[in-house]
């Protein structure tokens, strides 16, 4: 499959551990995160949101915090599993009016069975 | 429900030419947004549809256009094509605002413009 980025950061972990991600966005007038996993030859996937009126959000297995002060988001994998290996971009709405979403640059997670 | 349909998959295009994408929205879905992917630029907005009117449109020349069909079917159009314009571009459905409903992606089309 196609590459979507041959030089992002790369986050390498071992089948079952846990894997956190970071990001930083941009503007302190965001109100919705997002966070998607993009597998090669694939579009971004859903993965979990946050709105800003919230620090924490749990799924199945992952956990968005965000962190408002500083402007940072992270997600947390539990158990991670070779499945999960692929690429992970944050996305923040900028413009509440508008279906516009201001993607990170993304980090790749290799998963080692 | 069948998903977001982006047709076709992969195009090789020639310098100075111009190129047409359609996206295929899931139904019910009235807005669609384009991004293009990059591996040096990474996701970024080029335009957003919702019932036949851009909506909002990123910060890309003009040779990028693009309209949305009463069926909620979108193209974009590059013109004058230029090697730098060699990426993935992806839409993105959903009822409305992001926010609200979020975004389901298509699997993108790979132009390679030589």
């Known amino acids: 499959g196609e590459s979507v980025g041959l030089h992002l950061p790369t986050l390498s972990v071992q089948e079952g551990d846990n894997s956190i991600i970071n990001c930083a966005y941009s503007?302190?007038?965001?109100?919705?995160f997002i966070w998607y996993k993009q597998e090669s030859g694939k579009g971004p996937q859903f993965i979990i949101d946050?709105?800003?009126?919230?620090d924490k959000r749990q799924g199945q297995r992952v956990t968005v915090l965000l962190n408002k002060t500083v402007k940072h988001l992270s997600l947390q994998i539990a158990a991670t599993q070779p499945g999960d290996s692929a690429v992970y971009f944050c996305a923040e709405n900028t413009h509440s009016g508008y279906s516009t979403l201001t993607f990170g640059k993304g980090t790749m997670l290799l998963v080692s069975p | 429900k069948a998903g977001v349909t982006q047709t076709p998959r992969y195009l090789i295009k020639t310098r100075g030419q111009q190129v047409t994408l359609s996206c295929s929205p899931i139904s019910g879905h009235r807005s669609v947004s384009w991004y293009q992917q990059t591996p040096g630029q990474g996701l970024q907005f080029l335009f957003e549809y919702f019932s036949e009117t851009q909506r909002n449109k990123g910060n890309f020349p003009g040779r990028f256009s693009g309209r949305q069909f009463s069926n909620s079917r979108s193209e974009m159009n590059v013109s004058t094509l230029e090697l730098g314009d060699s990426a993935l571009y992806l839409c993105?459905?959903?009822?409305?605002?992001?926010?609200?409903?979020?975004?389901?992606f298509g699997s993108g089309t790979r132009l390679t413009v030589v």
């Open positions: 946050i709105r800003s009126n919230m």
């Open positions: 503007n302190s007038a965001s109100d919705y």
């Open positions: 993105a459905s959903s009822l409305d605002r992001v926010k609200l409903y979020g975004y389901t």
